[in-house]
């Protein structure tokens, strides 16, 4: 049933027919300003709380044992805003970090042979607070913040 501002047959009754191009650029600019500052923090919330999840991975089996808690400590996170766009990393400087993850079978740069299993952490944490994430991004994208 088409909407009475809006004339196509599929058209949802609720929709509305905009032919101001200039009022729907406008809107949609105060819409990206209002969105913009929410995805940063949710991105920077989001990127701590899979930092400390990893962190906690790393803290034994099924996890990498600690033993110094240098290589848990390496783990740290940062938020980037380039234009409109933003994006979290996570992540470790530790060489160690993608043996640990996956495992290693072979010889080293020494000639040293490795039976290595994996102990993931941060492939785990991912799969634990990704659905939260997306939750609370899913909320943003509908306007509502509460």
Avoid: C
């Avoid at 501002?5 to 650029?25: I, M, Q, R």
């Avoid at 500052?37 to 600690?66: C, I, W």
């Avoid at 980037?80 to 060489?95: Q, R």
Wanted: without cysteine; charged residues 15%.
């Amino acid at each position: 049933m088409p909407s009475p501002s809006n004339p196509h047959p599929n058209a949802h009754p609720g929709a509305g027919a905009y032919t101001n191009a200039a009022e729907l650029a406008a809107m949609l600019d105060e819409r990206a300003a209002r969105v913009l500052p929410q995805a940063v923090s949710l991105v920077r919330h989001f990127a701590m709380l899979l930092e400390t999840q990893v962190k906690a991975n790393a803290s034994g089996r099924p996890g990498p044992n600690v033993i110094t808690g240098d290589y848990r400590r390496s783990w740290t996170h940062e938020v980037h805003v380039a234009g409109g766009t933003v994006s979290g990393t996570v992540g470790t400087n530790k060489p160690q970090g993608r043996r640990l993850e996956y495992g290693y079978i072979g010889p080293d740069s020494l000639g040293r042979i490795f039976d290595q299993p994996p102990y993931p952490h941060l492939g785990p944490a991912v799969h634990t607070i990704e659905p939260q994430f997306l939750q609370a991004l899913g909320r943003i994208v509908d306007g509502d913040v509460s």
